[in-house]
C-alpha cells in the first residue's frame, strides 16, 4: 500500500491542477479529502452538475450557541478538482474532516479559514526573505506564477516552514487526529492500490507523522460524530457568488481576486494578466472614467517591468495591479494598496482602486442543479409567495385593517428579518404607534434569494419559526443596546411572532436592566408600552415579552433619574420623554408590577434635588402631581425653588412635557408661575426668556390661546389672548427694551434726577 498526501491552498489554480495530475497518475483506491465527514453520503449531490461556485452550508442550533459555516468551492479548488478527477478514474471519494457544527469550527465560519494565518510570524519571515508585501504575493511568487516542475516539493517545503515546530490549537490537533483514523482506515482498506489524501497544507506534516506513528488502523471507517442531544444540525448545498470568495470582502480563506484566478485555471498567467487589465479599463469607463489607450499601454508597460524586476516569466497578479495604480492614480494616496496589505478593502481608497479590486473579484454566481435537495424553508417560502401572488416582480400593497392584508405583511416582514433580498418595504408604520395602517413594498427577482433562504433554513422548516428564532438570536446579540431592542421587539410585532420562548422574557429583562441611557430608556418603554396596551392589530397586546420590557424598563428610569446630578444641565426632550414614558406605565400598566408608590416617592425626592437637572426637577414634579394629589407638603414652595433666571424655562420644560394639566386647569400653578415670572428683573427675563419660549413650545397653538386668556384674566386685563400671540415684535426685542428701561431708571437715580423706584 501507498499514500500520497497532497498538502494544498484551498482555491488556488496551481495546486488544483497538482491534485488532479497526481490522480489520474496514480488511479488510488480511494481519494481522501479535508471536508465534512457528515456529507459523505451526499456527495452524489455535489456531482450533479452545478454551475460554480457552490458551498456546503451548514446550521447548528442548541441551548447555548447557534452556528453557520460554508465549505466553498469553485472550479480551481483543489478539493473540487480531487472529486472529479477521483469520479473520472473510479476511486471512492470520502471527506474524512469533522462536521462543520463540531466545536472544533465553533469559532470558524468557513472550514477553509486560512492556517497561516493563525502562524503569522513564519510567513512574515518567508516574505521578508522573498521580498514581498503580504502572504497572497509571497503565494503567487513561488507556487502560482513558478514552474510546474517540482511544484510538489516546493509545497512541501513552504508548508514545513509554515508548521515549524508550532503546536498546534485544540481545534486543529482534534481535527488532526480524526482525519488521520480515515486515513489508516483508507490504507488497511486499499490493498496494494494507493490512497490520495487532499489537505490544507498546514495539517500535512502531522498527518504524515500520526498515520506514521500508528500505522495500525481500527476497526472499518471511523464513526461520523452526532449531535448532542437536543441540538439540530443541518447541512444544504448553496449557490455562492465569487464576491463572497474574495478576500478582499472579507473571506477568511483562500485567494483574493477570484475572477484573475479563474482566468488563470482556464488560460494561464499570460492571458489572466491580460484579461485583468481589459476587465479593469471596461469597469472604470462603464463608471465615466476616462481610461486611454495611452494608459492601457503605460500599464502594461508597467506590469511588464515590474514582473522582470521581480523574477516573473510574464506579469503576476501584483504586477498588474500595481502597473494600474500607476497609470491610472496620480493623487496621493492616504491609505496603502489593497494587494500590499491581506484583508478587506478599507475606508479612503482611491475610486479607482475600489474599482480596480471590484473587477478582479468578477461577478459571477453558482446555480444549484434543480435536482439539489433545499431544506423545507425553501419550499414553504416559495408556496406561502405564490399563494399571496408575490412571487411576481412590482410594487404590492398590504392593509393592515384586511386579515389577508396584514397575512401578506407579516410574509414579506419575515423575509425581511431573514436577511432575504428582494423585498424592500417603501412606506408603514415605524415605531408601532404611528397611525400608519397600509404598507407599500418593492419585489424584485434576486439571484441571492435562494441562497439566502437555504441559509435561512437553519431557523426553521417555516417562515414564521424561522423569523421567530432569528428575532430570538437578535434579542441575544443586541445585549445592552436598547435603541436596537426596541426595534427587534417592532420587528416582532411586524412579523406576528408573539412567542418568543421561555427565556426570552428574562433576557429582555436583563438587557433593560443594562441600559444606562435615559432618552433611549424612555423610546423603549414608549414603544412597547404602545405595542402593550393597543396593538391589537399587530397581534402584540398584552404580551408577555412586552409587559416584561415596559416594567423593568420603569424600575430602571427611576433608578437612573435619581442618581442625575447635573444642576445645571439645559433642558433634554428625550430625558423628559423619558419621565412621561414613566407616567404612561404607571397609569396604565399597573398589572405588570409598575409601582405607582414608588414611583410617587422617587418623584418627591428627585423635586427636591437641587444637585438634579432641573428639567428632571420639573419633570418629576409633574409626574407626582399626576399620580397622587397630595406628594408634597408644600408644592408651591417647591415650584419657587426651582425658580431662577438660569433654570426656570429649563424647569417649566420639564414640567410641561410631562403634565400641561397643572398649568390649564382652574386653580393651577398659573397664577403662582404669573408671580414668579413678573418678580425677575428684566435682565433676568431676558436671560429666562429663549428657555421660557423652548418650554412653551410643549403646548399646542389652542393650549397657549388658552393660558394667555387666564392669564389676562388673572390680570384683570381686557382684550384678546390671541392679540397677544401674534405680536409684529419680537419677543427678545421687548424683553431688550424692558432690560434698557430699568437701566434707565437706574442710571437716572443714580444721578439724583428722579427718586428710587420712580419712574419717568
Not at 314 to 319: E, N, T
Request: hydrophobic share 45%; net charge negative; proline share 6%.
Amino acid at each position: 500500500m501507498s499514500l500520497t498526501v497532497i498538502g494544498v491552498r484551498h482555491h488556488s489554480p496551481a495546486c488544483a491542477r497538482l491534485v488532479g495530475a497526481t490522480i489520474a497518475a496514480l488511479r488510488p483506491a480511494h481519494v481522501l479529502i479535508e471536508g465534512p465527514a457528515d456529507m459523505n453520503q451526499r456527495i452524489g449531490e455535489l456531482l450533479l452538475g452545478h454551475e460554480l461556485p457552490v458551498a456546503i452550508f451548514t446550521s447548528y442550533a442548541d441551548e447555548r450557541r447557534r452556528h453557520g459555516s460554508w465549505a466553498p468551492f469553485c472550479e480551481y479548488s483543489p478539493e473540487w478538482e480531487a472529486l472529479r478527477a477521483a469520479r473520472e478514474c473510479g476511486a471512492e471519494t470520502r471527506f474524512i474532516d469533522l462536521p462543520a457544527w463540531h466545536e472544533a469550527f465553533a469559532d470558524r465560519d468557513n472550514r477553509y479559514a486560512d492556517a497561516e494565518l493563525r502562524y503569522a510570524e513564519a510567513v512574515g519571515r518567508l516574505c521578508e526573505s522573498f521580498g514581498v508585501d503580504n502572504s497572497d504575493a509571497l503565494w503567487d511568487h513561488v507556487v502560482e506564477m513558478g514552474p510546474g516542475e517540482g511544484l510538489a516539493e516546493r509545497l512541501t517545503a513552504y508548508f514545513d516552514v509554515i508548521r515549524g515546530d508550532a503546536e498546534a490549537g485544540p481545534s486543529d490537533t482534534a481535527r488532526e487526529a480524526y482525519m488521520a483514523r480515515w486515513i489508516r482506515a483508507a490504507l488497511a482498506d486499499a490493498g496494494d492500490r494507493p490512497v490520495v489524501a487532499v489537505v490544507g497544507g498546514f495539517h500535512r506534516p502531522a498527518l504524515l507523522r500520526l498515520t506514521t506513528a500508528s500505522a495500525a488502523a481500527g476497526p472499518g471507517w471511523p464513526e461520523i460524530p452526532q449531535p448532542p442531544d437536543g441540538a439540530t444540525a443541518r447541512s444544504y448545498l448553496v449557490p455562492y457568488s465569487f464576491r463572497r470568495l474574495d478576500a478582499f470582502g472579507g473571506y477568511q480563506s483562500g485567494m483574493p481576486s477570484p475572477e484573475y484566478y479563474q482566468q488563470l485555471w482556464e488560460s494561464g498567467p499570460e492571458q489572466a494578466a491580460r484579461h485583468l487589465v481589459t476587465a479593469v479599463a471596461e469597469r472604470l469607463r462603464k463608471r465615466g472614467q476616462a481610461v486611454s489607450t495611452a494608459d492601457l499601454i503605460a500599464a502594461r508597460a508597467g506590469a511588464e517591468a515590474l514582473a522582470r524586476l521581480r523574477g516573473h516569466s510574464c506579469p503576476a497578479r501584483v504586477d498588474v495591479l500595481d502597473g494600474l495604480a500607476a497609470a491610472l492614480v496620480s493623487e496621493a494616496l492616504d491609505v496603502p494598496l489593497p494587494w500590499a496589505v491581506r484583508g478587506t478593502v478599507t475606508a479612503g481608497q482611491h475610486p479607482a482602486v475600489i474599482e480596480m479590486t471590484a473587477a478582479l473579484s468578477g461577478d459571477r454566481h453558482g446555480r444549484l442543479h434543480p435536482d439539489t435537495p433545499l431544506p423545507p424553508l425553501v419550499h414553504a417560502a416559495t408556496a406561502e409567495l405564490e399563494r399571496h401572488g408575490l412571487d411576481r416582480a412590482g410594487e404590492h400593497g398590504a392593509d393592515l385593517l384586511d386579515p389577508r392584508g396584514r397575512e401578506i405583511s407579516r410574509v414579506l416582514h419575515r423575509l425581511r428579518v431573514l436577511a432575504v433580498p428582494g423585498f424592500r418595504r417603501i412606506t408603514g408604520p415605524a415605531t408601532g404607534i404611528d397611525p400608519v395602517l397600509a404598507e407599500r413594498w418593492t419585489v424584485q427577482t434576486h439571484e441571492q434569494r435562494l441562497t439566502a433562504l437555504i441559509e435561512a433554513g437553519g431557523y426553521g422548516p417555516t417562515l414564521e419559526t424561522a423569523a421567530a428564532a432569528r428575532i430570538a438570536e437578535c434579542i441575544d446579540q443586541a445585549a445592552g443596546d436598547l435603541g436596537a431592542l426596541a426595534g427587534i421587539l417592532f420587528d416582532a410585532a411586524l412579523c406576528g411572532v408573539t412567542d418568543l420562548g421561555e427565556d426570552v422574557p428574562e433576557r429582555l429583562r436583563q438587557g433593560v436592566a443594562a441600559g444606562s441611557d435615559l432618552a433611549v430608556l424612555g423610546r423603549v418603554l414608549a414603544v412597547t408600552l404602545a405595542l402593550w396596551r393597543h396593538d391589537r392589530l399587530l397581534g402584540t397586546a398584552g404580551s408577555e415579552a412586552l409587559a416584561v420590557v415596559v416594567a423593568a424598563a420603569t424600575r430602571r428610569i427611576l433608578w437612573l433619574a435619581e442618581g442625575w446630578h447635573a444642576a445645571g444641565a439645559p433642558a433634554d426632550r428625550g430625558r423628559i420623554a423619558a419621565v412621561a414614558a414613566v407616567r404612561d406605565a404607571v397609569l396604565h400598566a399597573a398589572a405588570v408590577g409598575v409601582d405607582r408608590v414608588a414611583a410617587v416617592e422617587v418623584a418627591a425626592r428627585v423635586t427636591a434635588d437641587r444637585a438634579a437637572p432641573p428639567d428632571l426637577r420639573g419633570a418629576f414634579y409633574g409626574l407626582g402631581h399626576v399620580l397622587a394629589e397630595s406628594f408634597l407638603e408644600d408644592p408651591a414652595q417647591a415650584v419657587r425653588g426651582a425658580f431662577a433666571a438660569g433654570t426656570a424655562g429649563d424647569w417649566l420644560a420639564g414640567l410641561f412635557g410631562v403634565a400641561r394639566e397643572p398649568v390649564l386647569a382652574p386653580g393651577g400653578v398659573l397664577g403662582l408661575l404669573d408671580e414668579l415670572v413678573t418678580g425677575f428683573g428684566a435682565e433676568d427675563f431676558l436671560v429666562a426668556l429663549p428657555a421660557l419660549r423652548q418650554a412653551f413650545e410643549y403646548f399646542p397653538p389652542r393650549e397657549r390661546e388658552t393660558i394667555g386668556e387666564r392669564l389676562m384674566a388673572h390680570r384683570g386685563v381686557d382684550g384678546y389672548a390671541r392679540d397677544l400671540l401674534r405680536t409684529t415684535v419680537p419677543a427678545e426685542i421687548v424683553a431688550a427694551g424692558l432690560a434698557l428701561d430699568e437701566t434707565v431708571e437706574r442710571r437716572l437715580a443714580q444721578a439724583g434726577l428722579i427718586s428710587a423706584g420712580e419712574t419717568r
